[in-house]
Antibody, heavy 128, light 108 residues
Framework: QVQLQESGPGLVKPSETLSLTCAVSGYSITSGYYWGWIRQPPGKGLEWIGSIYHDGPTYYNPSFESRATVSVDTSKNQFSLELNSVTAADTAVYHC?????????????????????WGQGTLVTVSS | DIQMTQSPSTLSASVGDRVTITCRAGQSISTWLAWYQQKPGKAPKLLIYKASTLQIGVPSRFSGSGSGTEFTLTISSLQPDDFATYYCQQYNFYSPLTFGGGTKVEIK
């Protein structure tokens, strides 16, 4: 059973850097898939931040590209998010998730891009 | 960005009701659409991908349909465990992946 668990500070000061880690169990990151971060401001919807492939290529939402860095630590089977220059608008529950890859099954092509396993999420509040 | 618009934003229904949620994409996304269920304080749960393929373990009362720009999620007979918020997500266009605003299904 694949499980993801976010960890990191629950309170970050404005203009500082938000740093979160997602520990993956039940699956080796090096075996494949993309690994990503999605956030959810209080009472609002879901917003994709960025994803990383197991061997390094990263993909970001243009809205975050200048501030976000997603990295992977295969030795610890975990991946991380750094979001710099945070403001109150970055207050949200941050989820990590596994994103599917393209694949073929029974002769049919399946485009990857949906998220099949998620972490519970961690609330990060930006406040002084 | 591909805008994903869900309707209604809130839906009141009773156990046993047939429920339909609509998701519209700002441009054609073929069938590259997923549906998720989220309960308060919990992670979203994948229900359906490729517009109509049921994720393993999801009850058959859930079904999805549509292609292009209009999609529906149907719950054939609403159960007490189904009261939650539902989100659609497009993955035809990767930059960025986008979600709908959500539909809250509440008890009538």
């Amino acid at each position: 059973q694949v499980q993801l668990q976010e960890s990191g500070p629950g309170l970050v000061k404005p203009s500082e850097t938000l740093s979160l880690t997602c520990a993956v169990s039940g699956y080796s990151i090096t075996s494949g898939y993309y690994w990503g971060w999605i956030r959810q401001p209080p009472g609002k919807g879901l917003e994709w931040i960025g994803s990383i492939y197991h061997d390094g290529p990263t993909y970001y939402n243009p809205s975050f590209e200048s501030r976000a860095t997603v990295s992977v630590d295969t030795s610890k089977n975990q991946f991380s998010l750094e979001l710099n220059s945070v403001t109150a608008a970055d207050t949200a529950v941050y989820h990590c998730a596994r994103r599917t890859e393209d694949y073929y099954a029974s002769g049919n092509y399946y485009r990857g891009g949906h998220f099949d396993y998620w972490g519970q999420g961690t609330l990060v509040t930006v406040s002084s | 960005d591909i805008q994903m618009t869900q309707s209604p934003s809130t839906l009141s229904a009773s156990v046993g009701d047939r429920v339909t949620i609509t998701c519209r994409a700002g441009q054609s996304i073929s069938t590259w659409l997923a549906w998720y269920q989220q309960k308060p304080g919990k992670a979203p749960k994948l229900l359906i991908y490729k517009a109509s393929t049921l994720q393993i373990g999801v009850p058959s009362r859930f079904s999805g349909s549509g292609s292009g720009t209009e999609f529906t999620l149907t719950i054939s007979s609403l159960q007490p465990d189904d009261f939650a918020t539902y989100y659609c997500q497009q993955y035809n266009f990767y930059s960025p992946l986008t979600f709908g605003g959500g539909t809250k299904v509440e008890i009538k």
